[in-house]
């Protein structure tokens, strides 16, 4: 399986710390060694890193463990391969535009049989379920809306489009224009948010810790999601399956009552 | 005024000699110190890495020096800002999907009261003409065709739309979608094919040279195309103000009578 790790925040904040953690999960301390990627907003624009080497020996890791790159919406994602073959064009996070965004999206999971009819705006590059469910979801915001709707409409709309592909497989997700970020929990998703008073962080991955009261403001607030939880010391919360939830400003802002 | 490389080849080349020249003029050797960037093509996959920090002293650029990425197909840029605030969203390559493939396209010089309806398709995320024109050229790309024409038929558009487009002012750029990459010469855009005998080049703006007959097979063939020439000693073409051309596996492919 895959692993996905995201952050939302109401400043610009740096991954580093839980970057850290999450690498080494990319054929060190885990089994996912075929390609990562990671996808920091800055302002309007991306930064977008992808790799199809493991994420624990690729240099361009090497560079995002070092640059402390400043963004309030990140998706990472390290890769095993499911479907499709190991080629940079099927590393995750995908980039597209819709409505002078850009919106990035990664997925932990596996859909069967799901083929959908040909997009008029949005088609995959690669052969991975994950790019088509991405084009997916795009081409029916945008035949939908041609300009962008208010949140609370478009977590309706995404809510529906997690519900009509939830069954092809295991669909955990994220899913970020910059503004907000929207995780979608199949099996597994866990999320912590850290906000004043700011504790030391442990990471379970390797013996490193922060002090976050040495690097914030009394007033950052930061939402990390992760397929498992990246520290031992800190109380994350597990989502449910089914469940969709929009982090905006480094809190949830809009949570889907899970599938029953 | 910008600068562009463009580098395309018959077989997977790294283009680190080039742009170890080329992003001294970041900052360093010239006047272009508002952000760069550069995509590679790696299969149907893009690399892309861009930063509004000059090239000169860019983490993201001691990276690309480093680190011998093996493409057919490179566009890099170095921005000085005519339109657009110095922002990331703002750096060229810019990168859209167009039939299932990606597309990456940089610009040099500056378009005055080009302001096209808004598209169907695409639409800038940033605020520069040089977006305004590649998501047009897409747009009408689109609008065209539902599936990738044929490369001559593909050549006969660009040659329309870049002549709809040059009356607005300078329009140099480079356009590539994995294939082939195209240029378009508006004042200084020079080019040069290396195929065997390789022999030695020396840079311009640096005092390092390199003997390809060591790292090339006498199969390869390599065009790169540069707004200045980037050796000393090789003879390098001058495309013609309004000239078109598509090159593919390294050689000119198809040209266009320039405007007169």
């Known amino acids: 399986m895959c692993q996905l790790l995201g952050m939302n925040c109401n400043t610009p904040t740096d991954i580093l710390f839980s970057f850290e953690g999450f690498h080494r999960r990319g054929g060190l301390t885990d089994h996912h060694a075929d390609g990562w990627g990671i996808a920091f907003f800055e302002g309007r624009g991306v930064r977008l890193f992808i790799d199809d080497k493991p994420s624990s020996d690729s240099p361009v890791a090497g560079l995002v463990r070092r640059y402390p790159i400043k963004s309030k919406n990140v998706i990472a994602h390290i890769r095993k391969a499911t479907q499709g073959e190991i080629r940079l064009e099927n590393c995750h996070p995908f980039v597209r535009e819709l409505w002078g965004q850009y919106w990035i999206f990664a997925h932990n999971g596996d859909l069967k ?12 590059v690669g052969s ?3 790019e088509r469910a991405f084009c997916h979801i795009l081409e029916q915001l945008r035949l939908r809306w041609n300009t962008p709707p208010d949140s609370a409409q478009l977590f309706d709309e995404m809510t529906r489009l997690a519900a009509q592909i939830r069954p092809h497989g295991t669909f955990n997700f994220m899913l970020s224009n910059g503004e907000w970020l929207i995780a979608h929990c199949a099996t597994h998703l866990h999320t912590i948010v850290r906000q ?8 379970v991955d390797d013996d490193v810790s922060i002090d976050f009261s040495t690097v914030t403001t009394p007033r ?6 992760a397929t498992q939880p990246l520290t031992d010391n800190e109380n994350w919360s597990a989502l449910a399956p089914g469940e969709l939830v929009l982090f905006r400003d480094g809190a949830a802002l809009y949570t889907s009552h899970p599938a029953s």
């Open 113 to 124: 049989d799901f083929q959908p009819a040909q997009g008029q705006h949005y088609q995959p």
């Open 128 to 130: 991975t379920d994950s």
């Open 196 to 203: 004043a008073p700011f504790n030391t962080a442990h990471l």
């Open 220 to 225: 950052d607030r930061v939402a990390v999601i």
